[in-house]
């Protein structure tokens, strides 16, 4: 089995998965450029995009939600996935659409400025605008947090490898989690983690 990724994108969360999993695997390191070379569209992923984990059958999953429940269900001993029954289902399909859809995209303008603007001078304010959206949806995060180690209370699952990711990337953005103790609790709390610390290591990222 092997991760494309590239550093510091959103396939952090499927190696902190993998890791968590106690998954045999392997990464490929890419550059973010070359998610459009030809040969990796022809090859990896039409999408243009990683996360992509190549199965040992040679299937190629791509999406982090897939990918994040393609694991969950791979390795059930690791317990993972969602609480038992189909509300507990739903509440984790519709919380990893949330991440991916709402919060994911928040940070997309401030990373890839240039996808959402061709003039030069308007790079600053299309940044300044991904921070409305991006304070808005991290405070969101915060209070769902409140009083809790894990997303879903008692125990990690995959959507601690997914909300990890945007804490990292919130480092970059100033001051978003000067104010927001809880995240920074869950933060220190993943870091400590030795699957974390892997995933983090391999990936250049500590
Ligand atoms: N919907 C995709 C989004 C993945 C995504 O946004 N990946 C980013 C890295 S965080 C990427 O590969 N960007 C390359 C690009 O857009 O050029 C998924 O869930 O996997």
Not at 10 to 31: F, N, R, S, V
Not at 45 to 66: H, I, T, W
Request: with cysteine.
């Amino acid at each position: 089995m092997k991760l494309y990724y590239f550093k510091s994108s959103c396939a952090l969360a499927p190696h902190i998965a993998l890791e968590w999993a106690g998954a045999d695997y392997e990464t490929e390191a890419l550059k973010r450029s070359a998610t459009r070379s030809p040969e990796f569209l022809e090859n990896v992923n039409p999408y243009g995009k990683v996360p992509v984990l190549e199965l040992d059958d040679g299937r190629k999953l791509s999406q982090v939600n897939a990918i994040l429940m393609w694991i969950a269900r791979a390795y059930p001993e690791a317990d993972l996935g969602p609480d038992d029954g189909d509300d507990g289902e739903i509440e984790m399909e519709a919380m990893l659409a949330h991440f991916n859809s709402d919060v994911h995209t928040a940070f997309t303008p401030y990373f890839m400025t240039h996808k959402f603007t061709t003039q030069e001078d308007h790079q600053q304010s299309v940044k300044d605008a991904a921070c409305i959206e991006i304070d808005f949806q991290v405070g969101d995060l915060e209070k769902r947090m409140a009083g809790r180690d894990w997303m879903l209370g008692d125990r990690r699952s995959i959507l601690d490898a997914y909300l990890f990711v945007f804490c990292t990337w919130g480092r970059f953005v100033p001051g978003l989690l000067d104010a927001r103790p809880n995240l920074k609790a869950f933060s220190k709390r993943m870091a400590a983690d030795a699957g974390v610390h892997s995933a983090l290591e391999q990936q250049g990222l500590l």
